[in-house]
Nanobody, 116 residues
């Protein structure tokens, strides 16, 4: 059974940092491009960042540019999202998405709350 599991979310003050992890079981994540998406309460799910299967290229939404960094360790079948200088509007559920042609998987999400 294929599972993507996100972890590392939590409550953090504005300006703080969190590091999210996405780990896979039942598939070799190193063969997949991986994205992070997020969904704030009452809003649509939106793209945050992505990284190619070999880590050779990454892309970011404008609103996280310079604050978030996506990376991966294919020896551990894991992808990470380092989030710095967090703001209250970064609050939401963060989802990991793995894809390759004709195949995609979603994780269940991890809650990130940025608040005093």
């Amino acid at each position: 059974q294929v599972r993507l599991v996100e972890s590392g979310g939590g409550l953090v003050h504005p300006g703080g940092s969190l590091r999210l992890s996405c780990e896979a079981s039942g598939l070799n994540l190193s063969y997949y491009n991986v994205d992070w998406f997020r969904q704030a309460p009452g809003k649509e799910r939106e793209f945050v960042a992505d990284i190619t299967w070999n880590g050779g290229s990454s892309d970011y939404a404008d609103f996280v540019m310079g604050r978030f960094t996506i990376s991966r360790d294919n020896t551990k079948s894991a992808v990470y999202l380092q989030m710095n200088n967090l703001r209250p509007d970064d609050t939401g559920v963060y989802y990991c998405h793995a894809s390759r042609p004709n195949e995609q998987f979603w994780g269940q999400g991890t809650q990130v709350t940025v608040s005093w």
